[in-house]
Antibody, heavy 121, light 112 residues
Framework: EVQLVQSGAEVKKPGESLKISCEVSGHSFSIYWIGWVRQMPGKGLEWMGIISPVDSDTRYSPSFQGQVNISVDKSISTAYLQWSSLKASDTAMYYC??????????????WGKGTTVTVSS | QSVLTQPPSASGTPGQRVTISCSGSSSNIGSNYVYWYQQLPGTAPKLLIYRNNQRPSGVPDRFSGSKSGTSASLAISGLRSEDEADYYCAAWDDSLSAANWVFGGGTKLTVL
């Protein structure tokens, strides 16, 4: 069974840095890209970007380009989402998801349970 | 403002059939597959429909998807109380130099 296990909830102050993780098990990590999705409190889903575990090729949504950094560590089958200087507006739930590829289509099929990030002074 | 447009809310009584629409453009729905996700309260999204009308294993056949031109719909028949959730459509969008995944704004389904 494919599982994406995300790191625990975080409470940070504005200006602090943060790196949250998403560990993948149940399939070969190198096969599928991993995506990140933001959900602000009471709001909808927003696609942030995707990364290839093979060569770390990364595609960002224009809304998040330059705001976050997505990375992977193949040796431990883990993807990361990182901020260098958090803002209160980064307060949200963050989900990682596997980007399945098959029959000419790509889509997020298996999701992690999410990591809550709270940024407050 | 979401690239894909969904009604913010929908409702129905148990046993009824409800549909949720998703409107896009030629650069997303018009030229790519549509996907639907169900998000139960306090949980992560779950894939409900892929490639316009395909159901993953374990999704009841009460759920069905369709697409026509630049619009898509999710239909739920035999509505049940456990269907009360937020539903999101999604698709790839090719309007920029690189493809971007876009979501609809979500539709909150209430079972009366």
């Amino acid at each position: 069974e494919v599982q994406l296990v995300q790191s625990g909830a975080e409470v940070k102050k504005p200006g602090e840095s943060l790196k949250i993780s998403c560990e993948v098990s149940g399939h070969s990590f190198s096969i599928y890209w991993i995506g990140w999705v933001r959900q602000m409190p009471g709001k909808g889903l927003e696609w942030m970007g995707i990364i290839s575990p093979v060569d770390s090729d990364t595609r960002y949504s224009p809304s998040f380009q330059g705001q976050v950094n997505i990375s992977v560590d193949k040796s431990i089958s883990t993807a990361y989402l990182q901020w260098s200087s958090l803002k209160a507006s980064d307060t949200a739930m963050y989900y990682c998801a596997r980007l399945y590829y098959g029959s000419g289509s790509r889509y997020m099929d298996v999701w992690g349970k999410g990591t809550t990030v709270t940024v407050s002074s | 403002q979401s690239v894909l447009t969904q009604p913010p809310s929908a409702s129905g009584t148990p046993g009824q059939r409800v549909t949720i629409s998703c409107s896009g453009s030629s650069s997303n729905i018009g030229s790519n597959y549509v996907y639907w996700y169900q998000q139960l309260p306090g949980t992560a999204p779950k894939l409900l429909i892929y490639r316009n009308n395909q159901r993953p294993s374990g999704v009841p056949d009460r759920f069905s998807g369709s697409k026509s031109g630049t619009s898509a719909s999710l239909a739920i028949s035999g509505l049940r109380s456990e269907d009360e959730a937020d539903y999101y459509c999604a698709a790839w969008d090719d309007s920029l130099s690189a493809a971007n995944w876009v979501f609809g704004g979500g539709t909150k389904l209430t079972v009366l």
